[in-house]
Structure formats: C-alpha cells, structure tokens
C-alpha cells in the first residue's frame, strides 16, 4: 500500500548569525536526517524532549519552515517539485493542530469566522452555505451550533481546542499534524480531547501526524513512533516494539518516566527510574557513534527489562 506521506532524509538547519555584519556563523541542526512514513488512517508519533526537533519536522512539512535538504513526498508527488497549483491543492489536505487553542483562536473572531476561515480561502460559498458548514463542523466536534456567533473566551479550554480541530477539518483534509494538542489542557480534559480525535480519525480516516514530548500520550494514540533527540532519531518503530522492546537508553528513560496509574507498582516503577537514570547519566547524553548512528544500550551495558507502566 503506498503511504500518504514520506518524508525521506528531512533536514531543517537554522542559520545562526552574528558580528556587526550579521554573518552567518554557525547553524542550529534542528532537524538533521529524518525519515518516516504514514499509510492512510494510521497515525504517527513524534517524541522527545523539548529541542528535539519534533515542531520543526511537523513546520517543514507543512511549508512553515525551509527544508535544508531531504524530501516530502505527499501522495507520490514530491513536494519541492510540483507546480503552485498542485501545492496548493496539497495544502488543502494538510492541516494542523497547535498547541495552544488559547492563543491559536483569534480572541476578536467569532467562532464562525474562526472555522470558516479555511473555507473562504478554498471554496466559493455563499453565507448562508457557509454558516450551515459551519454549524456541521460544530456538531461534529460536539458543541453546540448554536455557539458559532460566540468569541473564544466564552469556550473552556477543551472546547477551543474543538474549535480548533472543526476548523483543521473544516476541508476534509487528508493528514492532520497534531503539535502538542492537549500539553495546555488541564490532564482531565486531556484524556477527553485524545479520545475524540480518534473518534474523528476512524469517521472521517485521518492520518496523524502526533507531536508530543509525553510517550504516555504518544502510547494513548500512536501506530508507530519515531524517538527524537537533537534533530535525529535514536529509535522507531511500531507502538509495540518500542514499549515492549525499547533498544535505546534514551527511549527506557522516556518509558521510566511515565507516572504508572497503578499504585502497586509504584515501589518497582521508582526503583526502575533510578536505574534506568543511573544508566541514563553515565552516557553524558553522547547517543550518537562517529557515523552518527544511535548506539543501543546492548552495546554499551547489560540490558535491564524495563517495566512497562499501566495505561491510565
Ligand atoms: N526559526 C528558528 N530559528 C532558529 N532556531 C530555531 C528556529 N525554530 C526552532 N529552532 C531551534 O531548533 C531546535 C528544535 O526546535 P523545535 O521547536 O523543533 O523542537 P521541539 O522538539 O518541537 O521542542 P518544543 O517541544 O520545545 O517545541 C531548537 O534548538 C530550537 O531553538
């Protein structure tokens, strides 16, 4: 089956400048070699610490950030290559979620222009069209069609972030990236908002893009995910292999530092942090080998088993 989305060898490097001539004097390596795929309706998770890299991935991708090198592939059709016509036809079906839906939501708008936006810029609708699309939206992400003519403030914080998935699906796009959706929700509401993007997911068969720095979350929704760190991988795989079999001492850390939702295990969950950070600190953080590949903790130690939490 081919993938939605390829992204083969991505590099994101940020000039740095400095001097009275402004010279570029260095270069930040925030993304330096990444690659993945995502089939249709699957979703795929990015994590790591902040700095990592996962943000800028998920920019590059949607044409917020320069690519350096590397490529996009959307559908088969690279990206870099197509004409502007084409592009914007692909912009149409790549749409994203920020982190913030308190900031992301134009305070001054009302819902129905916040949600119509992508509407108007894509599609030739008269009001009266436009205001029942905007109320379906509305009603799909479970508020009230009637609170289109309110401001974002009115909203709690699980709500805007509704209003502002009604308006990343306003045009039934293809793949959704998914930045750090629920990290300025309160942990109540988090759980809620995932749950309903799922269920958005199987209706409507998005693919995700998910960014995030918690693996807990990442484990909640993620087919496959890539671990990050300084701009490149130290591991990937499906869900499974990387909480059964996490190889990277990066990845056991990440794992240990989930809270375990069982109180019986919290004795042996802390004695596993501690080890895990032990095994952790003794690398001084140097993941990479001379050719930039990501050393195993097989290689470098005895493995220990890392107990894997409960699921909240
Ligand atoms: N426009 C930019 N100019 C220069 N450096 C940048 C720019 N955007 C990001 N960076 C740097 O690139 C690196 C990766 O940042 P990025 O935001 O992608 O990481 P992240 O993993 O998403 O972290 P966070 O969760 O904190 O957003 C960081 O060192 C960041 O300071």
Known sequence: MMSLIEVENLKVHFPVRGGVFQTVKDHVRAVDGVSFSIEQGQTYGLVGESGSGKTTTGRAIIGLNDITSGKVMFEGRDLATINKKEYIDVRKDIQMIFQDPFSSLNPKKRVVDIVAEPLRNYENLSAKEERIRVQELMELVGLSPEAIY??????????????????????????????????????????????????????????????????????????????????????????DEIFNNPQHIYTKRLIAAIPDSNPRNREMHYENRKLVKSEYDKLEKDFFDEEGLPFSLKSISATHQVALPERG
């Not at 759980?191 to 209706?203: D, P």
């Not at 993620?222 to 795989?237: A, L, N, Q, S, T």
């Open 150 to 239: 309110k401001y974002p403030h009115e909203f709690s914080g699980g709500q805007r972030q509704r209003i502002g998935i009604a308006r990343a699906i306003a045009l039934n796009p293809k793949l959704i990236i998914a930045d750090e959706p629920v990290s300025a929700l309160d942990v109540s509401v988090q759980a809620q908002v995932l749950n309903f993007m799922r269920e958005i997911q199987k209706e409507l068969n998005l693919t995700y893009l998910f960014i995030s720095h918690d693996l807990g979350i990442i484990r909640h929704m993620c087919d496959h995910i890539g671990i990050m760190y300084k701009g490149r991988y130290v591991e990937h795989g499906t869900s």
